[in-house]
């Protein structure tokens, strides 16, 4: 048992949910939020991982690693809740292979 927990490793390392949540913190961010959602960010949830991965790496406890997986799986999430900005092609155009520029003015 003490060898399966010894080989997993949090999804990222410490210093980068820290540097997450200095800079949800920071004014610049605060500020982009508020323009962009209408709201300050939330960032306890960057501090709260940070500190449990800072505890899964004195003590590899079973709620930490637990914890982070459970935070990672809910940032993916909202990620893919955002539909793309531009729609996908399923086949290329069908003038793909017509030269640019045939039949209008050229510059000179």
Request: proline residues 7%.
């Given at each position: 048992?003490?060898?399966?927990?010894?080989?997993?490793?949090?999804?990222?390392?410490?210093?980068v949910?820290?540097c997450?949540?200095?800079?949800?913190?920071?004014?610049?961010?605060?500020?982009?939020?508020?323009?962009?959602?209408?709201?300050?960010?939330?960032?306890?949830?960057?501090?709260?991982?940070?500190?449990?991965?800072?505890?899964?790496?004195?003590?590899?406890?079973?709620?930490?690693?637990?914890?982070?997986?459970?935070?990672?799986?809910k940032?993916?999430?909202?990620?893919?809740?955002?539909?793309?900005?531009?729609?996908?092609?399923?086949t290329?155009?069908?003038?793909?292979?017509?030269?640019l520029n045939?039949?209008?003015?050229?510059?000179?």
């Amino acid at each position: 048992m003490a060898g399966s927990h010894s080989n997993w490793r949090p999804p990222r390392s410490c210093d980068v949910y820290w540097c997450e949540f200095k800079h949800c913190k920071s004014l610049f961010n605060r500020f982009h939020e508020y323009y962009t959602y209408g709201r300050a960010p939330d960032c306890q949830q960057w501090k709260e991982d940070y500190y449990t991965c800072k505890e899964w790496e004195k003590t590899h406890s079973t709620h930490a690693k637990e914890s982070l997986q459970e935070s990672e799986r809910k940032r993916v999430a909202e990620q893919r809740k955002f539909t793309p900005v531009w729609e996908l092609r399923q086949t290329p155009p069908a003038d793909w292979h017509v030269p640019l520029n045939q039949g209008g003015p050229h510059d000179s």
